[in-house]
């Protein structure tokens, strides 16, 4: 049957399109010049004809998206760089969309184009962290499929245009994480993309700290919804973990990233300390770190911190729960169980992305017939997609964390090594973030797609984790031969 499969595409390529191929290439080659200047002077025809200023923006950002298209087929990994420097660009389209999104579409189509008309197959790195992943798009693809159904007969879907938009986050997301994955093949990549991002988050940080104009060029570099509770977990994480443990770094860059260790700090406990979801899971990750980079020094902490809040306990909640947090907590405990009351017509499956915002009204809360949303990531995808779905998600982050636990003894040194530490901390800050909200794949009706700004960050460096991973068993491999040569047993007559 493959060999039948492979004969029909084998004629279909040099039967069929061969010979209109091979005259289109020689056309091109033969005429490229005259259609360069046929093709300059329409084009400067159309724009002195219409007078359009889009027409005239979309021109000069002609050459520079061929230009990115050619460098992105000469490295794919180019892609995956742009994809952090996209989140500097506050540009959003309908349900706000955005340019992260549309990068993370074409790098995964590219993706699956390169190994289909290379390979002419799927073929992926072999990795326990996939099935769970997989498993996870196919009950969210199915929860899509019985979202169609009318659970309630007094309310109406969510559009399909949403329904759809909460699917594509899914597949987006492990998208991002398979890409960075199989297409990372040097440490110089993971490098890129953790100082790109470092830089672009001082800018944040310092557009916090530094006042007058200044201070608001800087804060205007990233919109709002790139700077949501996994960008600050990452940034604390990165920052931390390189000025802690990597020892290849010159001391005056060590003492720098320590510095934004301590301003992204000093913003968290200032400007963020009312929103729990911009402190909390980063100071989750860093005190993970410490925990396994410095065990004896991460002893101390948990002592001294579990008694401080024995003895400070009443001044500890009185500080957290500041501004709405104390009034967002009980709504948001109240939420849940009526929630759950919504997802009883489908507990297995879910509801389907997006739907059940559309069903809360018929389950008032306090009194009110109101639209309204889980606001908690786990909770969040019990609605959408079931046990079976949030059950999936936990099995795939869990298996990055064993992933990552694992990589902890290899990593002896410099980057990797800060970098490993720092993915150890990252799971548990992006465990602790989805416990505040929908960060990882954010709700159509919350976070919304604005939000993929800050969710791919930690899939993105996950999948960097497993590159990191590949890389290191392509470099174990030839040194375990030589060995085996070396042990083997001299040849007779040499």
Same mark, same amino acid.
């Given at each position: 049957?493959?060999?039948?499969?492979?004969?029909?595409?084998?004629?279909?390529?040099?039967?069929?399109?061969?010979?209109?191929?091979?005259?289109?290439?020689?056309?091109?080659?033969?005429?490229?010049?005259?259609?360069?200047?046929?093709?300059?002077?329409?084009?400067?025809?159309?724009?002195?004809?219409?007078?359009?200023?889009?027409?005239?923006?979309?021109?000069?950002?002609?050459?520079?998206?061929?230009?990115?298209?050619?460098?992105?087929?000469?490295?794919?990994?180019?892609?995956?760089?742009?994809?952090?420097?996209?989140?500097?660009?506050?540009?959003?389209?309908?349900?706000?969309?955005?340019?992260?999104?549309?990068?993370?579409?074409?790098?995964?189509?590219?993706?699956?184009?390169?190994?289909?008309?290379?390979?002419?197959?799927?073929?992926?790195?072999?990795?326990?962290?996939?099935?769970?992943?997989?498993?996870?798009?196919?009950?969210?693809?199915?929860?899509?499929?019985?979202?169609?159904? %009318?659970?309630?007969?007094?309310?109406?879907?969510?559009?399909?245009?949403?329904?759809?938009?909460?699917?594509?986050?899914?597949?987006?997301?492990?998208?991002?994480?398979?890409?960075?994955?199989?297409?990372?093949?040097?440490?110089?990549?993971?490098? @890129?993309?953790?100082?790109?991002?470092?830089?672009?988050?001082?800018?944040?940080?310092?557009?916090?700290?530094?006042?007058?104009?200044?201070?608001?060029?800087?804060?205007?570099?990233?919109?709002?919804?790139?700077?949501?509770?996994?960008?600050?977990?990452?940034?604390?994480?990165?920052?931390?973990?390189?000025?802690? !443990?990597?020892?290849?770094?010159?001391?005056?860059?060590?003492?720098?990233?320590?510095?934004?260790?301590?301003?992204?700090?000093?913003?968290?406990?200032?400007?963020?300390?009312?929103?729990?979801?911009? @402190?909390?899971?980063?100071?989750?990750?860093?005190?993970?770190?410490?925990?396994?980079?410095?065990?004896?020094?991460?002893?101390?902490?948990?002592?001294?911190?579990?008694?401080?809040?024995?003895?400070?306990?009443?001044?500890?909640?009185?500080?957290?729960?500041?501004?709405?947090?104390?009034?967002?907590?009980?709504?948001?405990?109240?939420?849940?169980?009526?929630? @759950?009351?919504?997802?009883?017509?489908?507990?297995? !499956?879910?509801?389907?992305?997006?739907?059940?915002? @559309?069903?809360?009204?018929?389950?008032?809360?306090?009194?009110?017939?109101?639209?309204? %949303?889980?606001?908690?990531?786990?909770?969040?995808? !019990?609605?959408?997609?079931?046990?079976?779905?949030?059950?999936?998600?936990?099995?795939?982050?869990?298996?990055?964390?064993?992933?990552?636990?694992?990589?902890?003894?290899?990593?002896?040194?410099?980057?990797?090594?800060?970098?490993?530490?720092?993915?150890?901390?990252?799971?548990?800050?992006?465990?602790?973030?989805?416990?505040?909200?929908?960060?990882?794949?954010?709700?159509?009706?919350?976070?919304?797609?604005?939000?993929?700004?800050?969710?791919?960050?930690?899939?993105?460096?996950?999948?960097?984790?497993?590159?990191?991973?590949?890389?290191?068993?392509?470099?174990?491999?030839?040194?375990?031969?030589?060995?085996?040569?070396?042990?083997?047993?001299?040849?007779?007559?040499?």
């Amino acid at each position: 049957m493959v060999n039948f499969i492979f004969s029909i595409e084998n004629f279909i390529n040099e039967k069929l399109l061969g010979p209109p191929r091979r005259w289109a290439l020689q056309l091109i080659q033969e005429r490229l010049r005259w259609l360069v200047i046929l093709g300059v002077l329409l084009v400067s025809l159309a724009l002195g004809y219409l007078n359009s200023s889009t027409l005239i923006m979309a021109a000069i950002a002609l050459p520079i998206i061929i230009a990115g298209a050619l460098a992105l087929i000469r490295w794919p990994q180019l892609g995956l760089i742009a994809l952090v420097g996209s989140i500097a660009i506050p540009i959003n389209g309908p349900s706000n969309s955005n340019l992260t999104m549309v990068l993370a579409v074409v790098l995964l189509a590219l993706w699956i184009s390169e190994m289909m008309l290379r390979q002419h197959r799927i073929a992926l790195m072999p990795s326990y962290t996939f099935p769970p992943l997989f498993a996870l798009l196919l009950v969210a693809t199915a929860s899509f499929g019985f979202g169609q159904l %009318n659970w309630y007969q007094f309310a109406q879907r969510a559009p399909l245009g949403a329904q759809l938009g909460g699917l594509s986050l899914y597949y987006l997301s492990a998208g991002v994480y398979l890409v960075a994955a199989h297409w990372i093949d040097d440490i110089r990549w993971i490098r @890129w993309l953790v100082w790109l991002f470092l830089g672009l988050g001082s800018a944040a940080v310092f557009g916090w700290i530094v006042p007058g104009p200044v201070g608001g060029l800087l804060g205007s570099i990233l919109s709002n919804q790139a700077t949501g509770s996994l960008f600050w977990t990452w940034l604390l994480t990165h920052a931390f973990s390189q000025a802690a !443990l990597n020892d290849e770094l010159h001391p005056r860059w060590r003492i720098a990233l320590g510095l934004l260790s301590l301003a992204t700090l000093y913003v968290m406990v200032t400007a963020l300390w009312t929103w729990n979801s911009g @402190w909390v899971p980063p100071l989750i990750s860093v005190f993970v770190i410490i925990v396994f980079a410095f065990p004896r020094l991460g002893s101390v902490g948990i002592f001294m911190g579990i008694l401080g809040v024995l003895v400070k306990l009443s001044s500890v909640i009185a500080s957290v729960m500041v501004g709405d947090n104390q009034y967002s907590l009980a709504t948001r405990l109240e939420a849940w169980i009526i929630l @759950w009351n919504v997802v009883k017509p489908n507990p297995i !499956l879910g509801l389907g992305p997006a739907n059940y915002y @559309w069903y809360t009204p018929l389950f008032p809360i306090r009194g009110y017939a109101v639209s309204f %949303n889980s606001h908690q990531q786990y909770v969040d995808l !019990l609605l959408q997609v079931g046990i079976l779905g949030l059950i999936c998600f936990v099995a795939f982050f869990a298996s990055v964390g064993w992933m990552v636990w694992r990589m902890l003894p290899r990593v002896s040194h410099g980057f990797p090594r800060a970098y490993v530490y720092g993915a150890m901390g990252g799971v548990a800050g992006t465990f602790t973030a989805a416990v505040f909200g929908d960060w990882v794949i954010p709700f159509f009706y919350n976070i919304n797609l604005g939000g993929f700004r800050a969710s791919m960050l930690s899939w993105l460096f996950f999948g960097g984790v497993l590159a990191l991973k590949k890389i290191m068993d392509k470099n174990e491999q030839p040194q375990a031969e030589d060995n085996d040569i070396a042990a083997a047993p001299p040849i007779i007559g040499q």
